[in-house]
């Protein structure tokens, strides 16, 4: 077990975990920091991120990333890239278990975030955080006047359909079943937009590219395997996401997906346990909005522990 109790832990190092690591290094709590798997999280897969302030060129994922974590590092947060493998939240101080090691911290902000959950099929590899996004919002501009489709069947799907009709020329909503998930009135909305087409009985068997990036997909109809292959530039996959939850063992109380539910202010079901970003998070989803609340949950924890003594 390590000698000392820290004042705060923070498990996961994207926006929202560098951020709470830069409020609390920064209010003197000296804060441990287990990044995780993926240091630095999920901006690590995508290129170019233009919707974050005070980049006016846009700025590489993976470069801010870096530019946040020196940044927490700069006013003393300590990182270790390793992951928490449990918890115990039944007494305080609070137990964290890394690579089999014990810590112990009067308090703990979760900032692991939620993975999107992909096709898993051929050629998205290479293509992930390029022609292939998880996110209109974030990758929606990058296709003006091109060919895009959306894979899924709920009103995510049909968000970002509608969304994407701003800026491509046609989007093509790609659906396994011809029931759909999505309320009636995304659906419909969807449905009547001009610029999309509803392709049902159909799903992605491989996606197709070349040099210059993604190029079409080949589709399968589920009901004889027969296939075609469609054209297109940018793939939008809409088919759900997972916080990344699972290592919490039912410590703090979520909903029935997973994701953590904020007790008061940024406080879970467990005092002096925190959460911030996606992994809260169902619907905005952004770094901007996780470096937001990371804000939060480190103020809260300032505040929480200062009530403590
Ligand atoms: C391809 C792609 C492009 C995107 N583009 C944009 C964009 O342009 N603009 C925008 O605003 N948003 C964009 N997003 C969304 C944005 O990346 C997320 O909203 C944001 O990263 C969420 O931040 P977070 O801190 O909550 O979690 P994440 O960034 O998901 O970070 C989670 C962290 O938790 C760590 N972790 C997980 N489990 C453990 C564990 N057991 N122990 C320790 N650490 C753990 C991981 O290593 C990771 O560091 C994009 C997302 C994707 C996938």
């Known amino acids: 077990m390590a000698d000392t109790t820290r004042n705060v832990i923070i ?32 901006l690590m897969l995508t290129s170019d991120v233009e919707n974050f302030p005070g ?7 993976p470069e801010m990333m870096v530019e946040m974590r020196e940044q927490a590092e700069r006013f003393g947060l300590e990182v270790q890239d390793r ?17 089999g090691e014990e810590y112990r911290a009067e308090s703990i902000i979760i900032c692991t975030g939620a993975e999107s959950i992909w096709l898993g099929v051929e050629g998205e590899e290479a293509q992930k955080g390029r022609g292939i996004s998880t996110c ?21 799907a049909m968000e970002e359909a509608t969304f994407l009709t701003r800026f491509a020329k046609k989007v093509t909503i790609v659906h396994r079943r011809d029931v759909f998930r999505a309320s009636k009135v995304m659906y419909e909305r969807a449905a009547n937009h001009p610029k999309i ?38 793939a939008f996959i809409a088919i759900g996401h997972k916080p990344i939850t699972r290592f919490l063992e039912g410590q703090v109380e979520t909903d029935e997906s997973g994701y953590i539910i904020h007790k008061e202010n940024t406080m879970t079901s467990i005092d002096g346990v925190f959460a911030a970003g996606d992994v809260v998070d169902t619907r905005y989803r952004q770094a901007i909005t996780a470096a937001g609340m990371g804000c939060q949950a480190a103020i809260d924890a300032e505040k929480w522990l200062e009530s403590q003594h």
């Open 11 to 42: 498990i996961g190092s994207g926006p929202a975990g560098y951020t709470a690591g830069l409020y609390s290094a920064r209010a003197l709590l000296e804060p441990l920091m287990f990044a995780g798997y993926m240091s630095g999280g999920q």
């Open 55 to 61: 980049y006016p060129q846009g700025i590489g994922g």
């Open 83 to 99: 992951n928490v493998e449990k918890v115990d939240f039944s007494s305080k101080p609070y137990g964290v278990w890394v690579e």
């Open 136 to 156: 209109a919002t974030c990758d929606g501009a990058f296709f003006r006047e091109e060919e895009v489709i959306v894979v899924g069947g709920g009103d995510s």
């Open 197 to 234: 087409e509803i392709k049902t009985f159909r799903s992605v068997k491989s996606w197709l590219s070349d040099e210059s990036g993604l190029t079409g997909a080949t589709l399968e109809d589920p009901r004889d395997g027969s296939t075609e292959n469609i054209d297109c530039t940018g």
